[in-house]
């Protein structure tokens, strides 16, 4: 059964860069028939996708983001990564990785259990 | 990009249907079928239920169902059950490679 873990500090100070892994199990990475999404959760707010990358290295990113963001994968460990430069306190929220589904940008079926990442000095 | 717009509460009684809205533009809803709703539950991540408009995953009930005519989409839930009561997201494809959320709606179960 394909599992996602985030990991990663809790607290980025503002204007420092926040750093994000997602541990992929039970499944692989370079599959031909996944992407790998970041999505975010503001407190009390809605969803926000961030980008997904397929296991070649493609990336797709949000444009409002794209910008500060950039994501890796790592396929001899099995994750990707999420960098996001230049925070400010506008992105503390619950951070979360998925699984997507190649030809379908918008479809997430496997989620990991989400981090929470606060900005603070 | 904006959101895509969903009402921020629905309520219904047990058994009862309600159905959630999603509104979009050309850009995404109106022009593909990759429309996917999201629950999720207090404290959760959020769980697939319907992709691709109507499609269900392995183990969603069929009391779930989805919808799209023009910019807006809906979700339909049928027979309510207390366990329904959560937060439902709509996504959607839209030009250019992006993917847009919609802001979510609290179903409450009365």
């Known amino acids: 059964q394909l599992q996602l873990q985030e990991s990663g500090p809790g607290l980025v100070k503002p204007s420092e860069t926040l750093s994000l892994t997602c541990i992929v199990s039970g499944g692989s990475i370079s599959s031909t028939s996944s992407y790998w999404g970041w999505i975010r959760q503001p407190p009390g707010k809605g969803l926000e996708w961030i980008g997904s990358i397929f296991y070649t290295g493609n990336t797709y990113y949000n444009p409002s983001l794209k910008s500060r963001v950039t994501i890796s994968v790592d396929t001899s460990k099995n994750q990707f990564a999420l960098i996001l430069n230049s925070v400010t306190a506008a992105d503390a929220a619950l951070y979360f990785c998925?699984?997507?589904?190649?030809?379908?940008?918008?479809?997430?079926?496997?989620w990991g259990q989400g981090t929470l990442v606060a900005v603070s000095s | 990009q904006s959101a895509l717009t969903q009402p921020a509460s629905v309520s219904g009684s047990p058994g009862q249907s309600i159905t959630i809205s999603c509104t979009g533009t050309?850009?995404?809803?109106?022009?593909?079928?990759?429309v996917s709703w999201y629950q999720q539950h207090p404290g959760k991540a959020p769980t697939l239920i319907l992709y691709?408009?109507?499609r269900r995953p392995s183990g969603v009930s069929d009391r779930f169902s989805g919808s799209k005519s023009g910019n807006t989409a809906s979700l339909t839930i049928s027979g309510l059950q207390a366990d329904d009561e959560a937060d439902y997201y709509c996504?959607?494809?839209?030009?250019?490679?992006?993917?847009?959320f919609g802001g979510g709606t609290k179903l409450t179960v009365l």
């Open positions: 050309s850009n995404n809803i109106g022009s593909y079928i990759l």
């Open positions: 998925a699984r997507g589904v190649v030809g379908a940008l918008s479809h997430f079926d496997n």
């Open positions: 996504c959607s494809y839209e030009h250019r490679s992006n993917v847009l």
């Open positions: 691709e408009v109507s």
